[in-house]
Antibody, heavy 122, light 104 residues
Framework: QVHLVQSGAEVRKPGASVKVSCTTSGYTFTNYCLHWVRQAPGHGLEWMGIINPRGGTVINAQKFHDRLTVTRDTSTRTVYMELSSLRSEDTAVYYC???????????????WGQGSLVTVSS | EIVLTQSPATLSLSPGERATLSCRASQSISNSLAWYQQKPGQAPRLLIYDASYRATGIPPRFSGSGSGTDFTLTIGSLEPEDFALYYCQQRSDPVTFGQGTRLE
């Protein structure tokens, strides 16, 4: 059974950085890309980026291009999302989600983590 | 960026009724559209991909249709657990989501 387990809630001050982890199990880690999506309180969904765990290739949404770093550790089957220069508008639940298709980038989000709340407040 | 506009914002129905949710894209996206269901406090769940294909484990009462700019999610006969938020999503660069339809 596919599981994506994310790290816990974080509180940061404006200007700081946050790193959220997503540890996977139940499938071949390098066969599926992983996405990051966020959801601000009471708002809709916003796609942030995607990583191919096989080679580490990353594509980030232009909006986050200079603040977002997505990495992976194949030995622990874990993907990381680091967002820097945080501002209050970055307060959101951050989700990792596995691409629906094996071996290609379908950009459909099949299995999701439970979400990690990041609060940015002075 | 492709904008997805969902309608209505809120849909009020009863169990057993048929639900029809709409999603319109600001430009043609062929059939590159998905639908998700989200319940309070939970992550979204993929229902439909490529406009009309049910994801694994999704009951047949959920169906999707459309291509180009106009898409529809139909729930044939509402079950109590179907009352939730529904989002559409397109996969051109960048990926974008609609603002959601609340089914109550």
């Amino acid at each position: 059974q596919v599981h994506l387990v994310q790290s816990g809630a974080e509180v940061r001050k404006p200007g700081a950085s946050v790193k959220v982890s997503c540890t996977t199990s139940g499938y071949t880690f390098t066969n599926y890309c992983l996405h990051w999506v966020r959801q601000a309180p009471g708002h809709g969904l916003e796609w942030m980026g995607i990583i191919n765990p096989r080679g580490g290739t990353v594509i980030n949404a232009q909006k986050f291009h200079d603040r977002l770093t997505v990495t992976r550790d194949t030995s622990t089957r874990t993907v990381y999302m680091e967002l820097s220069s945080l501002r209050s508008e970055d307060t959101a639940v951050y989700y990792c989600a596995r691409d629906y298709s094996a071996g290609r980038w379908s950009y459909y989000l099949g299995s999701w983590g439970q979400g990690s709340l990041v609060t940015v407040s002075s | 960026e492709i904008v997805l506009t969902q309608s209505p914002a809120t849909l009020s129905l009863s169990p057993g009724e048929r639900a029809t949710l709409s999603c319109r894209a600001s430009q043609s996206i062929s059939n590159s559209l998905a639908w998700y269901q989200q319940k309070p406090g939970q992550a979204p769940r993929l229902l439909i991909y490529d406009a009309s294909y049910r994801a694994t484990g999704i009951p047949p009462r959920f169906s999707g249709s459309g291509s180009g700019t106009d898409f529809t999610l139909t729930i044939g006969s509402l079950e109590p657990e179907d009352f939730a938020l529904y989002y559409c999503q397109q996969r051109s660069d960048p990926v974008t989501f609609g603002q959601g339809t609340r089914l109550e």
